[in-house]
């Protein structure tokens, strides 16, 4: 199980408006399974349809979390037109298989919706979460 806080899925989910069309990209920091850390990233990428972090933002967010001894929980991005389910280039592009896959999907009208993915033996499997309130 996979524990984030309200005012953080907050902040993931009026990034990812505030990105439309484009899709949004960001980390959540903690410890473990838990986020306790809202990093947004620059989303690159030329088209609406992928997400590219700007890599230098991402390795100097990564080597800041290190120093604070944080760990990278969850890596975000959102679906402007889709559901909340890794597309075909997302199980490709799951590199960081300690780091939960989070998507938002933002298809359906004004409701978003966020899961939670796990690249495992070539599958990305849904995980459990918990938002705290
Ligand atoms: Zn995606």
């Known amino acids: 199980m996979w524990i984030i806080s309200r005012p953080l899925v907050n902040k993931v989910f009026a990034h990812a408006q505030r990105m439309l069309p484009k ?8 410890q473990g399974r838990e986020a306790t850390a809202w990093h947004p990233l620059t989303n690159i990428a030329g088209d609406d349809r992928s997400f590219l972090a700007n890599p230098e933002e991402q390795i100097r967010l990564f080597r800041s979390l290190r120093e604070q001894g944080r760990e990278v929980v969850a890596i975000y991005h959102s679906h402007p037109r889709g ?14 298989p300690d780091a939960l896959l989070l998507i938002v999907g933002m298809q359906t009208d004004g409701r978003l919706e966020i899961n939670g993915f796990l ?15």
């Open 83 to 96: 559901p909340a389910q890794p597309s075909s280039l997302d199980r490709e592009l799951a590199t960081y």
């Open 119 to 133: 690249a495992h033996d070539g599958r990305m499997e849904q995980q459990e979460l918990t938002i705290r309130d």
């Open 23 to 30: 899709e949004c990209v960001g980390v959540l920091s903690g």
